[in-house]
């Protein structure tokens, strides 16, 4: 077999390797269930301070469970999760950059073009205000090892 049409193959199976697993990536909840401690994810990206959300207008995605603080902010979470859903899972940005799974604090949050980053304590958000797109650029590269580590 040519050695072109086995690095397309190869090539053409990690895709679709990387495209399966990215639809099956874990999401940090609390032990009821709630993601990001019932905040609305919706309401960080609409004014200057997160929402409790209700679970009357609560989802699932990814295996837990939403909460929004109306129907709307459900609605447009739906019509586009990977819009509003906190990077990495909802685990802390930090210690991701780490190499490390982290719970996060949903009042701890930073906003860095148009994603949300959460973080796990004051402390560790004030080392993560220090350099935000070097420990975006390293939790981006340790997100995908960090989930699939055997």
Not at 10 to 19: H, K, M, Q
Not at 48 to 59: D, I, L, Q, S
Request: charged content about 20%.
């Amino acid at each position: 077999m040519p050695i072109r049409q086995t690095l397309f193959g190869a090539i053409a199976a990690l895709t679709l390797v990387s495209a399966a697993h990215a639809q099956d990536m874990p999401v940090y909840f609390e032990s009821d269930g709630a993601v990001m401690a019932g905040f609305d994810p919706v309401s960080y990206f609409q004014g200057n301070a997160p929402v409790r959300g209700m679970p009357e207008y609560a989802v699932i995605w990814k295996g837990a469970e939403w909460h929004f603080a109306s129907a709307e902010n459900r609605d447009l979470f739906e019509s586009n999760p990977r819009a509003y859903a906190p990077q990495f899972g909802g685990y802390c940005a930090y210690a991701m950059a780490q190499g490390l799974l982290k719970s996060t604090d949903p009042m701890l949050w930073d906003m860095v073009d148009g994603r949300l980053y959460l973080t796990h304590s004051p402390e560790v958000e004030k080392v993560w205000r220090g350099d935000r797109a070097e420990f975006i650029e390293m939790a981006e590269e340790n997100w995908p090892v960090i989930l699939y580590h055997d």
